[in-house]
């Protein structure tokens, strides 16, 4: 059983989005990751589960659910230098056994935008920006075990039409940068 291991802290302002971040190539080969429909319902039932653990309830319309216009990776400053040796063991040992849910997504509900993402990895978002600003945000529930892989849903304040994230995947020194337009 997953448990929570932060709910319902403080808004925070979060760092802006460094725009002039370098975007990092993948060595990943998606096609032979692509989607199927059971993995696809596998990631719905996991997100539907993981928003009721963060307090938020109520139905899901396919317009209230934005999919990133953009994903790329981008390089961010080394925490650690020797992060890398470790990051390439981790990921041989999330290459084997059982899928973990993979996800990301934008969520518009009547009190405001929320977003939601589930990997291997632990995730935290670092940057974020609405509309070209600054933006507020808390963590309603982030988890990580070996079973379940790593689950965020993240609540920023404020509306806007464009939200550009920023999200670290374990210890990385690369984050995801992922770019919602269109937002209603």
């Known amino acids: 059983m997953m448990t929570q291991s932060s709910v319902n802290i403080p808004y925070e302002k979060l760092p802006m989005v460094d ?4 975007k990092v190539m993948s060595r990943r080969n998606r096609a032979e990751n692509s989607a199927t429909q059971e993995s696809i319902s596998q990631d719905a039932e996991d997100a539907k589960i993981i928003l009721r653990y963060a307090g938020l309830k109520g139905n899901l319309t396919p317009k209230s659910i934005i999919e990133a216009d953009e994903k790329h990776m981008i390089e961010t400053q080394p925490a650690n230098p020797a992060t890398s ?22 969520l518009v ?31 309603l529930f982030n988890s990580h075990s070996e079973e379940c892989g790593g689950k965020l849903v993240y609540e920023f304040q ?18 995801q940068r992922l770019i919602f337009r269109g937002i209603a």
């Open 19 to 22: 725009l002039t971040a370098p």
């Open 85 to 106: 040796s470790s990051a390439s063991s981790n990921i041989e040992m999330r290459q084997k056994g059982v899928r973990k849910p993979h996800y990301t997504r934008l």
């Open 109 to 139: 509900l009547d009190n405001g935008l929320i977003f939601q993402a589930a990997c291997c990895l632990p995730l935290k978002v670092i940057a974020a920006r609405l509309n070209g600003e600054t933006v507020s945000g808390r963590v």
């Open 158 to 175: 404020g509306k806007g039409t464009e939200m550009i994230v920023d999200i670290k995947r374990g210890e990385s020194t690369r984050a």
